[in-house]
C-alpha cells in the first residue's frame, strides 16, 4: 500500500522543485523571514527544521550534508554558528507559519514563515546605509526679503 507516502509537487518538475526548496531554504536562513504562498510555506517547514536539526551536531559529515543541500558556505556557516546555538535546548519547532491573507492578481493565499525567536535585524542584511541618513545636514534658512 502507497498511504500517506506522498509529497507536494507544487505543479513543477522534480529538478525545478528542488532549486525552489533550495533557493527558498537559503533565502529563510539569510533573512529568517520570508514571504510566499502558504503551500510553499507548508512544503518549506519540515525543510528548514531537518536543516536545523542537522547543524546541532557540529561533525564534518553533517556540513557537508547542509552544503549539499544547501550550497551556500554562507548560509551553512550562519546554521552552524549561529541558528544550532540559537536552538540548541529546544527540541523542535523551530519555524512558524502565519497565514497573511490573500494575494492581489490571483488570490492566492499568502503566509509569512519564520523562525521563532528570530533576529529582527537579520532582515536589513542586503540594505546599503546612505552616507546622507547618517548626517544631518543643515543648512542656513534664508529669509525672504519684500521690496
Do not use: C, W
Request: aromatic content about 4%.
Amino acid at each position: 500500500m502507497r498511504h500517506r507516502l506522498g509529497y507536494k509537487k507544487l505543479n513543477r518538475t522534480s529538478e525545478h522543485r528542488k532549486a525552489l526548496i533550495k533557493n527558498m531554504l537559503n533565502s529563510l536562513v539569510k533573512y529568517e523571514q520570508i514571504t510566499t504562498t502558504l503551500p510553499k510555506a507548508k512544503v518549506l517547514r519540515p525543510e528548514a527544521e531537518k536543516l536545523i536539526t542537522i547543524g546541532k551536531k557540529d561533525s564534518l559529515a553533517n556540513t557537508k550534508k547542509l552544503v549539499s543541500k544547501l550550497q551556500n558556505i554562507k548560509t551553512v556557516n550562519k546554521i552552524r554558528k549561529t541558528l544550532s546555538k540559537r536552538y540548541e535546548t529546544r527540541k523542535g519547532g523551530y519555524t512558524r507559519i502565519i497565514k497573511a491573507g490573500f494575494r492581489y492578481g490571483d488570490n492566492a493565499p499568502m503566509a509569512i514563515i519564520e523562525f521563532v525567536d528570530r533576529d529582527v535585524a537579520a532582515k536589513r542584511v542586503d540594505r546599503k546605509k546612505n552616507k546622507t541618513d547618517n548626517k544631518i545636514k543643515e543648512e542656513p534658512i534664508q529669509e525672504k526679503k519684500s521690496a
